[in-house]
């Protein structure tokens, strides 16, 4: 309203429903900064601040105090801002006025209104259910609110027998509080097995005999016609005819929308108000989030896609973030019922084609375990009793991430030794990793001390940030350690932590805004600050973007790709000449040997990949090792191609069906120096035997009888996995074609740091088929082409021995006389 | 400022040499009377110094990236070996308990001065 707006020069916000979803969406207001546009104002017809509708049961079983469940005091409400009208039910919603009436006689103007006025418990048509009034007769309760709560332990004191109506997740956990109350538990449900939502008939079996060994009678397919008994609730008659006997039902069958408010004054409802993607009704002024709300035909009666769903709606309606959608949410839960531990998400039963279900059951351990999976990803799944793997398989179902090979892995944690334990019972000396030396207490007391995020904890302990190996470890345990509570770090989607965007968004940028050099995309995208950590994955970006127009800074690159060697613990350099296919000569030989002699290098050593290293070289001699040797760089201290393994194939083997060393040779001489996200090391072997391990290389290939095996994204260092086959092809030339085409896919696609086998879990073999081999995106001719370009453009760094880039590229220390205020030559 | 600093440290002043003796963006190392001490040359022109070894590893710290840290908004250094952040301005460690020796720096007709003392 014009008026309103100029009283404090905020438009006015109300708030219909102050539970969880009226209250969080209030929250997610002011973290967007909605405080400053806002005089927010939220009417809730309970006469209490918000509390954790989760805990309920807690509450129930005695093991919660009520005031612990609340989530915002009445202090939080007074220090926000924000200003509560609890006990107060809102009647009217005046569209043509943008007002509402409530039932203290006021009218309340609003400029935006969101209802939130979640759901109530559907009540089944039971007779003797009501007294004539409409209420629910005495003995007779729902379980919903905290009022609820206190009801019925109060009637249960006095009672043997109850009865609750409803085998799903609140019944269920109705059930659990009553027993704990000393009463006899009788659980009613219709359907042919327990939390039919949750679970599948053979695990709802298992569920049923663990909580019947408990003491719960489950009664099933059990359609309750009546409620027995004149004055006082004696028992339930079922319309089979059977009967049972209690003095108290509970009944938890489900909810029903609180939508009235918005069929009466207007609003388009079906079975909840109908929301679009900005959570936003048929009036443009109007939101509804929550329990109340109805988007793409669902209405979510759980926590998580309310919280998802208050989030996009602040953002939409501060602005915070214009592009703010919700498109639905992937159901996933993890939770206790009585004591057993469940994991459920997605779809719980297959269609039987196009899919495989892998499945465990252990009944007598009340074990159950079972998955859904298509194309590659989980489509959903059920753990119980034992759910270890939930937190990773929940993340994997969440966001389509491409499962491992190993099926048996996704259930059960095989052979490594810390996964054996759960975290629970790991102590707390147990070291997590092994590069940085890090505990398990170290993390958990990261987390204790304020930590949420997996990239903080890792940030402030180091772990995971030696080798990687260790980073899903790492993941678990934070989230194990955070109860859920876990938050979700914006900068792990960063492409470097300096610059706020992704990968996309910052290649976007980068070509739309014509950045050529590291300090443009700084100037440009950060304000200026040059992070240092963030240069070198930036520069390579920038190379594999502008190619030849990129502008190269040296003090962008990391100190290997500055002298072109790498770096030892003694400050002096190891040096690696390039030996193609691992096939050299005696002159060869000679050479190195010599300036091994002539620089003192410390240790001369075979390497790996087949090549020669002299360690020990100080970085004032790089240049005269490098003439001196007069071979090329086999850039063996930067992320690029690095060398190509062979065996000696057809040449001199028995065995071999293909030219390997041939091939081998082709490889290093057409990738040599090819610049990627991060190391790439080949193989070419010359039989199935596969003596040059091809199949465990970021690129191998392997001869076969007319042809060769082309592998990718195979590792045999601090992750082991094995290659997937990307085709067969006839000729070398196609093994270069392909390999180039995968090399280029990956140095546009991949992460910075991120080796091929993570890539290719990422992204998947099938998917990597279609586009390189199959050519689904008509992207084959371009990505050969810009290997071409590359492959072209390649020049030996060596050479900057004779021409350096700067004046001081290879200059050591300056050694200064004590001091005076004397000149000192440079 | 850097007048009075020569004049207050006068005993203890060390001309390193000219600016571009350090790359743009990069360190150096020097050595003083055996100690290594690096100095730093950042892309605006200011210059910092620092011991040189890296209290972790000894990883030499004039070999490390420089540049503003985007979490804690300093200059800083990066060592080499282990990615461990020093403040520039005061060797402060950014994500560790240690920390190094840091040196006044002046500037003046393009010369690079160290204070020693």
Redesign the interface.
């Known amino acids: 309203m014009e008026q309103a707006a100029v009283d404090s020069g905020k438009s006015k916000l109300i708030v219909i429903g102050n539970g969880m979803a009226g209250a969080r969406t209030v929250e997610e207001i002011l973290a967007c900064g909605g405080g400053a546009q806002f005089e927010i104002t939220i009417f809730g017809d309970e006469p209490y601040g918000n509390y954790n509708r989760i805990l309920l049961s807690s509450v129930l079983n005695g093991s919660q105090d009520p005031s612990e469940i609340f989530l915002n005091g009445l202090d939080w409400y007074k220090d926000n801002g924000v200003e509560l009208r609890a006990g107060l039910r809102v009647d009217v919603i005046a569209r043509p006025h943008k007002a509402i009436h409530c039932d203290d006689g006021n009218w309340y103007p609003y400029d935006k209104l969101i209802i939130a006025t979640g759901s109530r418990p559907a009540i089944p048509p039971i007779a003797a259910l009501k007294k004539p009034n409409g209420d629910l007769r005495p003995g007779v309760f729902v379980f919903r609110t905290l009022d609820d709560c206190e009801k019925i332990a109060g009637y249960a004191a006095k009672c043997r027998r109850a009865a609750v109506i409803g085998g799903g997740l609140l019944g269920l956990e109705a059930a659990r509080g009553l027993l704990n109350h000393g009463v006899e538990v009788n659980v009613i449900h219709l359907p042919g097995h327990l939390m039919e939502q949750q679970l599948d008939p053979q695990a709802g079996g298992i569920l049923k005999s663990t909580i019947e060994k408990m003491g719960i009678k489950v009664h099933l397919k059990k359609l309750t016609k009546s409620v027995l008994g004149d004055d006082e609730v004696i028992g339930l008659a079922f319309e089979d005819g059977q009967t049972v006997e209690c003095d108290m039902v509970v009944i938890a069958t489900g909810i029903t929308p609180n939508a009235e408010i918005g069929s009466r004054w207007g609003l388009t409802t079906e079975r909840g108000i109908v929301v679009d993607d900005q959570l936003r009704t048929s009036d443009p002024d109007i939101f509804a989030v929550g329990e109340c709300a109805q988007h793409r035909g669902r209405v979510y009666g759980l926590v998580a896609p309310l919280w998802d769903q208050a989030r996009v709606l602040a953002e939409h309606i501060t602005g915070a973030n214009p592009r703010a959608a919700y498109e639905g949410s992937k159901l996933a839960t993890k939770l206790k019922v009585m004591g057993v531990e469940l994991a459920s998400m997605g779809v719980i039963a297959g269609d039987g084609e196009h899919e495989d279900v892998v499945q465990f059951m252990e009944p007598q351990r009340g074990v159950y375990k079972k998955l859904i999976i298509r194309d590659g990803r989980l489509a959903g799944g059920i753990l119980m009793g034992e759910i270890s793997k939930a937190a990773y398989l929940i993340q994997a179902f969440d966001r389509g991430i491409r499962l491992p090979e190993d099926r048996l892995s996704l259930l059960f944690d095989t052979g490594a030794p810390s996964a054996q334990v759960t975290f629970e019972e790991m102590p707390a000396d147990v070291q997590i990793c092994n590069c940085n030396g890090v505990k398990k207490g170290a993390i958990v007391q990261c987390v204790a001390n304020g930590k949420r995020s997996v990239k903080s904890v890792m940030d402030a302990t180091r772990a995971g940030t030696g080798c990687g190996s260790c980073k899903s470890l790492v993941k678990e345990l934070v989230e194990w350690a955070c109860k859920g509570q876990v938050e979700e770090d914006p900068a792990a989607h960063y492409y470097v932590a300096g610059v706020a965007l992704s990968k996309p968004e910052l290649v976007n940028a980068i070509r739309a805004q014509n950045l050529k050099s590291v300090s443009a995309v700084f100037d440009a995208l950060a304000d200026g600050r040059d992070d240092p950590g963030s240069k070198p994955g930036l520069a390579s970006l920038l190379r594999t973007i502008w190619g030849a127009d990129y502008e190269d800074e040296r003090d962008a690159r990391f100190i290997n790709d500055r002298v072109h060697a790498n770096i030892q613990n003694d400050g002096t350099f190891s040096v690696i000449p390039r030996i193609y296919g691992g096939v050299t000569s005696a002159a060869e030989l000679r050479r190195i040997a010599d300036a091994a002699d002539k620089y003192a290098a410390r240790m001369v050593k075979i390497t790996g990949g087949q090549r020669i290293d002299l360690l020990g070289v100080k970085k004032s001699d790089l240049p005269a090792i490098w003439r001196d040797l007069g071979m090329p760089s086999g850039h063996a201290y930067t992320k690029a191609f690095r060398t190509c393994k062979t065996c000696v194939g057809t040449e001199f083997c028995r065995y071999g069906v293909g030219d390997s060393t041939r091939l081998g040779i082709a490889i290093e001489k057409r990738f040599q120096g090819i610049e990627s996200p991060a190391k790439m090391k080949l193989g070419a072997s010359g039989c199935p035997r596969n003596c040059a391990e091809a199949t465990v290389k970021d690129l191998g290939a392997v001869a076969v009888e007319n042809g060769w095996q082309v592998y990718v994204g195979g590792a045999a260092g601090a992750h082991v996995r094995a290659g997937d086959l990307l085709a067969t092809v006839s000729t070398h030339d196609e093994v270069l074609r392909l390999m180039g085409r995968f090399m280029q896919y990956y140095r546009e696609n991949a992460r910075y740091a991120e080796r091929t086998y993570t890539f290719l879990d990422r992204v998947g073999i099938e998917r990597l088929r279609a586009i390189l081999v199959e050519d689904c995106d008509g992207e084959i001719a371009r990505l050969d082409r810009e290997m071409d370009a590359t492959v072209a453009a390649y020049r030996d760094p060596w050479q900057e021995g004779t021409t350096p880039i700067e004046p001081n590229q290879f200059g050591d220390t300056l050694p200064l006389q004590t001091p005076t205020t004397e000149s000192a030559a440079s | 400022m850097g007048y009075e600093l ?1 004049e207050v440290h ?9 600016l ?7 360190g ?6 055996g100690k ?1 001490i690096a100095v730093f040359r950042m ?1 605006d022109g200011r210059v910092f110094a620092l011991d040189n070894t890296c209290p972790h ?4 710290l004039s ?9 804690s ?1 300093l200059e ?3 060592c ?2 282990h ?1 461990y ?1 020093f403040a520039l301005s005061d060797g402060r460690g950014l ?1 560790t308990e240690l920390h190094v020796r840091s040196y006044p720096v002046e500037i003046r007709d393009g ?1 690079i001065f160290l204070c ?1 003392t």
């Open positions: 020569m006068k005993a203890g002043v060390l001309e390193v040499g000219p571009d003796c350090v790359g743009m963006g990069q150096r190392c020097i050595i003083v009377d290594q892309r590893r000894a990883g030499p070999e490390g990236l420089v540049g503003i840290d985007y979490a908004q800083a250094v990066v080499p070996f990615n952040k994500d010369r020693l």
